[in-house]
């Protein structure tokens, strides 16, 4: 343990972005490790929107098998999404789902309540009898078509001193497309989602937020015209956060294949839209990083990109992707990324920290390999991809939630 270690041992162990970390947590592998290579401990990540398919559908992920997975990606708290059966839209059916929560967490997950009953966007769910025991609100995988409705449920949410966290899309511009309306959609025959279904929604969002000041967040933004509205609605004081996910930050719809992996809601937009996203980050616009980690079975993303299911996996690649692309070369600074990864997501939500940490061989490279991940689901884009940053142990209330066995 930490006190039995040499002097020189623990000064490579770097604790400078996680000064309260107590080193009597850490097991004797973790030092054994520090000997050959410097450490470095963060502390536990928080994800805003991750999808864990339970209850309602266990063949994707399950409330173990999805924390786990966090776990193994440096995150001590996430909050899922209620696209679930049964949706959560009233207090018994959101027990469903804590108690799974309760019996299988291997980390806090926090859930989201749905806004409106069945997430039809149709009528409001029962808010009040919800609010004790979700994270926020949302309607996720779906935007809210109604300005009425929407008008009022972010007056009921504001009055419950909740977030409303919106999936903005105008399902009349979507068109039947799967991917970015880009060069590639273009030139490979595909039907494409205009960049105006997002923006046009958040446009929307943003009057109504700034009418009833509800505090307001935008889930996984991914075009330049978003950033601006948001950048200008933040200037004239509406209370608006957003996210983006890290494969909108280093990956554009060059990089598509035709295959399923690289399918997702919203879709890899143009090489602009990620220089806005970039820069969006770096002035503080975009508030934080969430993965949207979206687990599927092997047979719904196997139909390329014209038939898979939306959605790919990111809890386990987040922070390696980030450190990689974007830390290594220069882009953004490790400070930044880790404020968009801890404390500004459990600052906007209200989640604390509690004892919570993680330890990373930033320099140790690995190659991602989709069946040796813990999360049910295999589908990413950064398949067979070198990656910096490798997690040996994450710890979560003082108990060690996930360590690797192969330093």
């Known amino acids: 343990m930490a006190k039995t270690c040499s002097k020189g041992t623990l000064q490579n162990i770097n604790t400078a972005f996680c000064g309260g970390a107590d080193l009597s947590l850490l097991p004797d592998s973790v ?3 520090a000997e050959r290579s410097s450490l470095t401990v963060f502390p536990g990540f928080c994800d805003v929107h991750v999808h864990f398919r339970e209850p309602g559908f266990s063949y994707k992920e399950t409330i173990r098998t999805g ?3 966090a776990a193994h990606g440096g995150y001590t708290s996430v909050c899922t999404m209620p696209n679930l059966d049964p949706v959560p839209d009233c207090a018994a059916h959101l027990q469903q789902e804590l108690d799974l929560i309760r019996s299988d967490a291997a980390i806090d997950v926090l859930p989201y309540g749905a806004l409106t009953v069945g997430e039809r966007g149709e009528a409001l769910s029962d808010l009040e009898a919800l609010a004790p025991n979700v994270v926020a609100f949302s309607d996720d995988g779906r935007g809210v078509q109604n300005d009425d409705l929407m008008r009022e449920g972010m007056r009921r949410v504001k009055a419950l001193g909740k977030i409303f966290a ?3 899309e105008v399902n009349d ?3 039947g497309g799967y991917i970015h309306d880009g060069h590639y959609a273009k030139t490979h025959g595909h039907k494409g989602i205009c960049s105006e279904s997002e923006w046009k929604m958040i446009e929307r969002d943003l009057r109504l937020a700034d009418e009833t000041g509800c505090p307001y967040h935008v889930c996984h933004i991914s075009t330049k015209e978003s950033v601006q509205l948001i950048r200008e609605a933040k200037q004239s004081g ?10 909108y930050l280093v990956l554009c719809d060059d990089d598509l294949q035709e295959d399923g992996r690289y399918k997702m809601n919203p ?12 820069e969006g980050l770096l002035d503080g616009t975009i508030d934080m990083i969430a993965t949207d980690h979206a687990p599927h079975s092997a047979e719904e ?3 390329g990109l014209s038939g898979s299911a939306f959605g790919i996996i990111g809890l386990e690649t987040a922070f390696p992707v980030l450190y990689t692309y974007l830390v290594k ?6 400070e930044c990324i880790l404020e968009k990864l801890t404390s500004a997501p459990r600052k906007r939500f209200s989640i604390p920290a509690k004892e919570s940490f993680s330890v990373w061989a930033l320099d140790e490279a690995w190659t991602v390999a989709p069946q040796a991940m813990l999360s049910k689901g295999k589908a990413t884009p950064f398949s067979g991809q070198a990656l910096f940053g490798k997690c040996l142990l994450t710890v979560h209330g003082g108990k060690t939630v996930y360590q690797s066995h192969s330093n």
């Open 31 to 33: 030092f054994a490790a």
């Open 67 to 69: 924390s786990l997975a």
């Open 166 to 168: 919106a999936h903005c």
């Open 173 to 175: 511009l979507l068109r």
């Open 238 to 247: 509406v209370d608006v956060t957003c996210e983006t996910g890290p494969h």
């Open 267 to 278: 879709p890899l937009r143009s090489s602009s839209d990620r220089e806005a996203l970039l």
């Open 301 to 303: 993303k196997a139909k």
């Open 329 to 334: 070369p220069g882009l953004v600074s490790l």
